[in-house]
């Protein structure tokens, strides 16, 4: 799909302010409303707008600990790839799990958890007890200094 100008407004307004209406919308980036909505229902059915989410803060929850786990494997096959990807994505303080490569693991985990309590316990009942699960490294992350969900837009 080419994104215009008004695409490109559009989608950087709705990554700041979800919750925007139609109306404010057409307003902000130059379009009558019916026009906007149909480049907004345009950009849904193409896959472009992926979804709506409430960004929710970590620390008001309880989640305090925030960890980096480098995963490696002892099989590099689709099978054990595959049953670790379903393993892992049944466990709901896995924010993010990346396949990666470059690095001595096989996979890099971001995850959430109330404390180091917490930590010990996902990492040796659930994470470690995964078939192939060879090596696990991890980092905690002291800062957050850049945490965003906004995709550059080019051309905003």
């Known amino acids: 799909m080419e994104l215009d100008r008004h695409d490109r407004r559009l989608l950087a307004v709705l990554q700041a302010e979800g919750r925007i209406s139609n109306q404010d919308l057409a307003e902000r980036i130059g379009l009558s409303p019916s026009a906007c909505l149909r480049r907004l229902k345009a950009l849904e059915d193409a896959g472009v707008i992926a979804g709506y ?3 929710l ?3 008001k929850l309880g989640l305090t600990l925030v960890a980096l786990i480098g995963i490696s494997m002892d099989q590099h096959t689709p099978e054990r790839f595959a049953t670790f990807e ?3 994505a049944t466990l709901p303080q896995v924010l993010e799990c990346l396949l990666i490569t470059g690095q001595q693991s096989d996979y890099q985990l971001k995850i959430v958890v109330e404390d180091m ?3 010990q316990a ?3 009942d659930k994470i470690t007890r995964i ?4 090596g696990v490294h991890s980092s905690f992350v ?11 837009i080019g051309g905003t």
Request: proline share 7%; aromatic share 4%.
């Open 117 to 119: 309590d917490a930590y």
């Open 53 to 55: 989410r409430a960004l």
């Open 86 to 88: 379903a393993s892992i």
């Open 122 to 124: 996902l990492l040796l």
């Open 142 to 152: 002291l800062r957050r200094v850049v945490d965003r969900t906004a995709l550059p």
């Open 57 to 59: 803060d970590a620390r």
């Open 131 to 134: 078939p192939g699960v060879t």
